[in-house]
Nanobody, 125 residues
Framework: QVQLVESGGGLAQPGGSLRLSCAAS????????IAWFRQAPGKEREGVSA???????YYAEAGKGRFTISRDNAKNTVYLQMTNLKSEDPAVYYC???????????????????WGQGTQVTVSS
C-alpha cells in the first residue's frame, strides 16, 4: 500500500526554520516526482516546491528563495527545509507523489496522485 507520512511541523518563531520530512512506504521514491503543497484555512491548496525523479527542483513563489527541497533515496524520504519563516507560511503542509517518472514543473495539484495527511506549521512569536 502506497503511503506518504509527513512530519516535522510545529511552532516556529518568525525568521526561524523548520525541516519537514515526507517518508514513503509501500514504494521506493527513486522514480517518483514528489512535491510539497500547503493549505491555510479558507484558502486553496497551493504548490510550494517539487523535485523530479531526476532530482530537478522547482519552486513556486511560496517557496522561492527560502525553502529547499531534497530527497534521500536511501531513507526513502523527501525533505523541505524552510528558513526565514514568515506570517504567510502557517498552513497544513502536504507531500504528494506524481506517477512514476512523470515529467513535472512547478507543482500543480492535478499532477499528483498520492497524498499524505499533512503536518501543521505555525509561525508565532
Amino acid at each position: 500500500q502506497v503511503q506518504l507520512v509527513e512530519s516535522g511541523g510545529g511552532l516556529a518563531q518568525p525568521g526561524g526554520s523548520l525541516r519537514l520530512s515526507c517518508a514513503a512506504s509501500g514504494f521506493t521514491l527513486d522514480d517518483y516526482p514528489i512535491a510539497w503543497f500547503r493549505q491555510a484555512p479558507g484558502k486553496e491548496r497551493e504548490g510550494v516546491s517539487a523535485i523530479g525523479f531526476g532530482d530537478d527542483t522547482y519552486y513556486a513563489e511560496a517557496g522561492k528563495g527560502r525553502f529547499t527541497i531534497s530527497r534521500d533515496n536511501a531513507k526513502n524520504t523527501v525533505y523541505l527545509q524552510m528558513t526565514n519563516l514568515k506570517s504567510e507560511d502557517p498552513a497544513v503542509y502536504y507531500c504528494a507523489a506524481a506517477r512514476p517518472r512523470a515529467r513535472i514543473g512547478l507543482p500543480r495539484v492535478q499532477d499528483y496522485v498520492s497524498w499524505g495527511q499533512g503536518t501543521q506549521v505555525t509561525v508565532s512569536s
